[in-house]
């Protein structure tokens, strides 16, 4: 396990243990350094399975106050040689969504200055993925973004998700296809599947005809790289020679403009 990586995900994880009263216990592990907490509701873990090279939130429901033998994944994360802070950062933002989101606590984000907005909401297990459910999953993938979707709600009242994704979000996830790490490319298109199998019609047309055509635009070699992150995801596969159409009309009228 990487000490470093682990330590980083607990220290910017504490912020949302202390808001849901979430207290440090002793598991008598020592000697896999798990780290664990609990509150009158349940406990959670973090923890680092070698196999599968991933960082998992687990949580257990308490017995007369101690947690119970069976402790189910909320969350897990790839972490390999290759993963980095922002990794680190993404595995952390995501774990203290799902603190919050099992201890039925509001997560908030800060914008510039003092406005303090709510984060998109969680998508609990057999929603409807909305906008804002896609927002949240984008927001994991991408904290850095977290301050930007708050000053952008805080000067505009209301998340105006198309502008968003356009201006913020595309440039974000052009750069993880250009960059074509696979372990992160891979983690990015199961979570594009999820959200597409599962989204409403407004959330399926952000995110293809908004996100992928936005990142791939009219680069062949982008549109190659994503054919090869769908393949595995039949619905998704299908449907992105429509999206590589609007995305090369986009293309060559923004290219005439230009002219």
């Given amino acids: 396990m990487n000490t470093q990586a682990y330590e980083k995900i607990i220290e910017l994880l504490t912020p949302a243990l202390e808001k849901c009263k979430l207290s440090a216990f002793d598991l008598g592990e020592d000697e896999n350094k798990k780290r664990a907490w609990k509150n009158e509701r349940h406990a959670v873990m973090v923890d680092y399975l070698e196999d599968k090279q991933q960082f998992v939130l687990l ?8 947690p119970s033998s069976t402790w189910s994944t909320s969350s897990a994360w790839l972490f390999t040689d290759s993963s980095d802070d922002r990794d680190v950062r993404s595995i ?30 969680k998508v609990k297990d057999g929603e409807d993925i909305t906008p804002e459910g896609f927002a949240q999953k984008l927001l994991a ?27 913020y979000v595309v440039p974000a996830v052009r750069e993880v296809i250009e960059k074509n790490d696979r372990k992160k490319c891979e983690k990015l298109f199961d979570m594009f599947n999820t959200v597409y199998v599962f989204g409403t019609a407004e959330t399926r047309a952000a995110l293809t005809f908004v ?3 936005g990142a791939v635009g009219g680069d062949a070699e982008l549109r190659s790289r994503v054919d090869g992150y769908v393949e595995k995801h039949t619905y998704l596969r299908l449907v992105m020679p429509p999206v590589y159409n609007r995305a090369q009309k986009a293309a060559k009228k923004a290219a005439n403009k230009k002219n």
């Fill in 59 to 66: 949580v257990a429901a308490l017995e007369d106050g101690e």
């Fill in 92 to 121: 952390a933002s995501d774990f203290s969504d799902s603190v919050c989101d099992l201890s039925g606590v509001k997560t908030v984000v800060r914008a510039s200055g003092s406005s303090v907005v709510s984060g998109p909401s």
């Fill in 141 to 167: 993938v991408f904290p850095f973004l977290k301050e930007t979707y708050a000053s952008e709600i805080a000067e505009k009242g209301e998340f105006l998700y198309v502008d968003f994704f356009e201006r």
């Fill in 211 to 213: 996100v992928i055509a």
